[in-house]
C-alpha cells in the first residue's frame, strides 16, 4: 500500500468536508434570517444564497490539487504526497469552514439591515484567498519537486 494515496484522497475528503460543515453554518443563518425577515412582512433577500454557496468552492481547490497529485504520483515520494495532500486538503477545509461562518454573520446582518452586501463578500474573498494560496503554494511545490 502506497501512503500517498492517502494524501491524493485527503485532498479532496477534508476540502469537501470544510465546505460541508462551511456551507452548513451559513446555510442555518441564512434560513433564520429569512424566517425574521417573513415573520416581519418583510422581503427576503434571496442574495443570502451568495453566503451559503462561497464554502463549496474548496472542494473544487481540492479536487485540483488531487488531481495534480495523482499526475505527480510517479515522480513524487510518498511522504510529499500524503503531506502536500493531508494538510492542503485541511488547510482548504478549515478556510471553508471559516468562510461559511463568516457567511453565516453575514447572513444574519443583511436579513436584519438589508445593508453591506459588497463589504460581506470582500470579506469571504479574504477568507477564500487562503484556499487559493494554499492550492497555488502546493502545486508549485509538487511540479518543483516532482518534475
Known amino acids: 500500500m502506497s501512503f500517498g494515496l492517502l494524501g491524493i484522497g485527503a485532498a479532496l475528503a477534508f476540502a469537501a468536508l470544510g465546505s460541508a460543515f462551511g456551507s452548513g453554518a451559513a446555510g442555518m443563518s441564512a434560513i433564520g434570517a429569512w424566517k425574521k425577515c417573513f415573520a416581519q412582512n418583510r422581503p427576503a433577500p434571496f442574495t443570502l444564497i451568495t453566503f451559503v454557496g462561497a464554502p ?3 472542494t473544487i481547490y481540492g479536487y485540483i490539487l488531487m488531481n495534480t497529485l495523482l499526475a505527480a504520483r ?4 510518498d511522504w510529499l504526497l500524503l503531506g502536500a495532500g493531508l494538510f492542503g486538503g485541511m488547510a482548504m477545509g478549515a478556510s471553508a469552514y471559516a468562510q461559511g461562518k463568516a457567511g453565516a454573520a453575514a447572513s444574519d446582518a443583511l436579513g436584519e439591515t438589508g445593508k453591506g452586501f459588497g463589504n460581506y463578500i470582500m470579506v469571504l474573498g479574504l477568507i477564500e484567498t487562503v484556499a487559493l494560496f494554499v492550492m497555488v503554494f502546493l502545486m508549485g511545490a509538487i511540479s518543483g519537486f516532482a518534475g
Open 56 to 58: 463549496l468552492t474548496q
Open 74 to 77: 510517479s515522480s513524487a515520494p
